[in-house]
């Protein structure tokens, strides 16, 4: 079936430093949604795309949907305590109009 | 303003005891999603209604089901859990007057523990 492949899997941050978090697909997809899941909650909607090119900001975050409509890219600016959690992008691919596919997460820590 | 609510937060049931997990959604969305997710994993699909649609995924067990009986209200009923159905378990929704909107708005899950 058809994957996402997301990088970093983890990452070790100093709080005030800027994060950046991709996923990439074999195939072309029509929509690419980023979400975070805090422990034991359910994945918030942080922010959708559905052009290629679009450029989206939510406050801090900013994300992309890449021009070949085969990636997307999540930046954090100033990272703060309460980014920690995990991110999971989400794409649907050109044949489905329902069906999400999940990429695996990545998991961001602030250091102490 | 709680839009897809799921109850309970935490479920306890015995092995092989059916169980049976309760979503609400406030959206109006025509299409509510079941998911599985396991320890830090990415969310799998279990099933979806558009409406009162049913549609299953070709690798989720026969052990679920869901029921629909409104637009508001989604049921996923495990028959007989086992121990490998311990997971956390994902209510959605999204909306769309000419099809499914991409947009999943996620409850915020029951944890099922299965002793």
């Known amino acids: 079936g058809q994957q996402l492949n997301q990088s970093p899997q983890s990452m070790f941050i100093q709080e005030g430093e800027d994060v950046s978090m991709n996923c990439t697909s074999s195939?072309?997809?029509?929509?690419w949604l980023w979400y975070k899941q805090d422990p034991g909650e359910g994945p918030v909607l942080l922010i959708a795309?559905?052009?290629a090119g679009e450029l989206t900001s939510n406050g801090r975050l900013t994300a992309q949907f890449g021009i070949t409509r085969k990636d997307s890219f999540l930046n954090i600016s100033a990272s703060i305590p309460s980014d920690v959690g995990i991110y999971f992008c989400?794409?649907?691919?050109?044949?489905?109009?329902?069906?999400?596919?999940w990429g695996a997460g990545t998991k961001l820590i602030i250091k102490p | 303003d709680a839009m897809v609510i799921q109850n309970p937060r935490y479920q306890v049931t015995q092995f092989g005891k059916p169980v049976t997990l309760s979503c609400s959604q406030t959206?109006?969305?025509?299409?509510m999603y079941w998911y599985q997710q396991k320890s830090s994993q990415a969310p799998k699909l279990l099933f979806h209604y558009y409406d009162k649609d049913f549609n299953n995924e070709a690798d989720t067990p026969d052990n679920f089901q869901s029921r629909r009986p409104n637009t508001s209200f989604c049921f996923l009923d495990i028959r007989s859990p086992g121990l490998g159905d311990a997971a956390m378990y994902l209510c959605?929704?999204?909306?769309?007057?000419?099809?499914?909107?991409?947009?999943?708005?996620f409850g915020q899950g029951t944890r099922l523990t299965v002793v």
């Open positions: 195939s072309i997809f029509n929509t």
């Open positions: 959605a929704t999204s909306g769309g007057t000419s099809g499914p909107n991409t947009e999943a708005f």
């Open positions: 989400a794409g649907l691919p050109m044949d489905s109009n329902y069906q999400l596919i």
């Open positions: 959206l109006n969305h025509n299409v």
């Open positions: 795309l559905y052009k």
